[in-house]
């Protein structure tokens, strides 16, 4: 993984986004970031516009189109190459069911609880570029 990764942000929580911006951008993570309040304004971007996401912090809760949802569409995109972007669930939800569905999705990588921990997430993105 570069050592200024492309990251999108899929939530629908203006403040968590803004938050979560720039708490990666401060760290030193990325300055690199998309961030989109619907999965459908996202994967519409991932359709039509290139370079793709090193990678996505997903939220489980939105209305319209989940988290979940987002995935199996996602998962249907044609043209991209899914190896190289690494996908975390983000959510403040204690829900066991939505936690373990998201660690047994095969596209996410892991479940991180909000507000984002930025150590947590740069370990994550560390392990995930091993």
């Keep these: 993984m570069s050592t200024n990764p492309y990251i999108i942000l899929v939530d ?3 403040i968590d986004l803004f938050l979560h911006e720039k708490l ?15 999965a459908r304004e996202a994967l ?13 912090l997903l939220d489980i809760q939105m209305p319209e189109l989940d988290g ?5 569409e996602y998962e249907h995109i044609e043209h991209i190459d899914r190896e190289n972007t690494t996908i975390f669930m983000v959510s403040s939800s204690l829900d066991f069911g939505d936690i373990s569905k998201a660690k047994a999705n ?3 990588k892991s479940f991180i609880k909000k507000p984002l921990n ?7 993105i560390s392990t995930s570029a091993n």
Excluded at 46 to 53: F, H, M, N, V
């Design 24 to 38: 990666i951008r401060l760290s030193g993570i990325s300055d690199n970031i998309d961030r989109f309040t619907t």
């Design 118 to 124: 930025v150590k947590e997430l740069k370990d994550e």
């Design 68 to 72: 979940f949802d987002f995935l199996r």
């Design 12 to 14: 629908d929580n203006e």
């Design 44 to 56: 519409d971007f991932i359709r039509k516009k290139g370079p793709l996401p090193d990678i996505i």
């Design 106 to 108: 095969p596209l996410v």
